[in-house]
């Protein structure tokens, strides 16, 4: 890596305009995951703050990759206090990287834990709350619930105009995340109940218009389904009990 470079284009663009949350952890992504160097992460970390520039979620998710990635699991309680005294909301991305990391420590439990402290998205809504606002002054409640990832499909079909609109939304990462730490822990039962659960989150509502017919079905395409389960499938413990 570059790091010269990397530093180079950070400082030419805060010349150019205030750096927002991925950039800065984008060049803390660089230092802690990219050269191991915790330090001048933290470093970097710690730089920011000003009215027109805050730590949010995404800042936090390079930072916490951070710190399990250089064995310092232990610092990541007080990091976490941090990102709800920084009111930054925790989203499906940092959950995801708390059970990737927690699992990989040996603490499955709390992976397992995360995980289940998540909920699924309102029918037809993707997932809220798990991407930085964008307006000015804008900010998700800390105390908002955290959604695990899902994929929405909404069929609408207007029967005067003959009108199909499909709208499709993000992979479902929260329960592959989990489902991979549950097989690399060694539990196999853990990890079909999760897919029984993942697999079995289909259902439908038929709206009934003067002029239209809505047809909502948050859900997980077949075409997903089967990829999650793949991970099942192939994991060698799951081959050799065959």
């Not at 010349?15 to 949350?21: A, N, T």
């Not at 995360?114 to 809504?125: A, K, Q, Y």
């Not at 993707?126 to 955290?146: C, F, L, Q």
């Not at 289909?202 to 909502?216: G, K, N, P």
Request: charged letters at 20%.
């Amino acid at each position: 890596m570059d790091i010269a470079q990397v530093e180079s284009t950070f400082a030419e663009a805060c010349q150019k305009f205030p750096p927002q949350g991925a950039h800065w952890a984008s060049v803390i992504n660089a230092w802690g995951f990219g050269l191991r160097d915790l330090e001048k992460a933290l470093s970097l970390f710690n730089s920011i703050g000003s009215p027109e520039i805050r730590r949010d979620p995404v800042v936090y998710e390079s930072l916490l990759n951070t710190l399990f990635l250089n064995n310092r699991s232990d610092l990541v309680p007080e990091y976490l206090q941090r990102m709800k005294e920084d009111d930054a909301h925790m989203t499906a991305y940092v959950a995801n990287v708390l059970i990737r990391g927690y699992a990989k420590t040996g603490d499955i439990q709390k992976a397992r834990d995360i995980f289940e402290s998540l909920t699924d998205s309102p029918v037809g809504v993707a997932a809220p709350h798990n991407h930085v606002p964008t307006g000015p002054g804008e900010r998700i409640p800390t105390d908002a619930p955290v959604y695990r990832e899902v994929r929405i499909m909404e069929l609408t079909v207007i029967a005067l105009k003959c009108l199909t609109t499909m709208l499709a939304m993000p992979q479902p990462s929260s329960w592959e995340a989990m489902i991979t730490m549950e097989l690399e822990f060694g539990a196999l039962a853990n990890a079909e109940s999760l897919m029984d659960r993942f697999a079995a989150r289909y259902y439908l509502t038929l709206i009934h218009f003067d002029i239209a017919h809505t047809i909502r079905c948050r859900m997980f395409p077949p075409a997903v389904t089967n990829r999650v389960r793949s991970i099942l499938m192939s994991h060698e413990k799951y081959t050799a009990r065959d």
